[in-house]
């Protein structure tokens, strides 16, 4: 089973920024979309961006937009999300997530179903005010 492990959280005041990795422990692994999602304590796990890989969509949270950026590198092996203007809201476990049932759908629709077959275990961020 492929394992798809985050790097790059920690803690940063509010106004900073942190970029997350997310690498499969397999290089041969392929995935057809990424996801990012983050939970906080006593919420919902939440959609924050997502790609497919094919370029064709990307999704952000409305929270996020303009301020966060989901990118893929050449290979399309792996996965950051850019974060910029962190506010405490942000404070979060991020979850890195990939190999999405189908890209037909309108990659919302998949991001809201949490319709991604594999995750990460997450890697913390926290932001003070």
């Known amino acids: 089973q492929v394992q798809l492990v985050e790097s790059g959280g920690g803690s940063v005041q509010a106004g900073g920024s942190l970029r997350l990795s997310c690498v499969p422990s397999s290089s041969t692994y392929r995935t057809n979309c990424w996801g990012w999602f983050r939970q906080a304590p006593g919420k919902e796990r939440e959609g924050v961006a997502a790609?497919?890989?094919?370029?064709?969509?990307?999704y952000y949270a409305d929270s996020v937009k303009g301020r966060f950026t989901i990118s893929q590198d050449n290979t399309k092996r792996s996965v950051y999300l850019q974060m910029n203007s962190l506010q405490p809201e942000d404070t979060a476990t991020y979850y890195c997530a990939a190999n999405c049932a189908s890209t037909a759908a309108d990659i919302a629709v998949v991001v809201r179903a949490r319709d991604f077959g594999h995750w990460g275990q997450g890697t913390q961020v926290t932001v003070s005010p």
């Open positions: 790609i497919y890989t094919s370029g064709r969509q990307t």
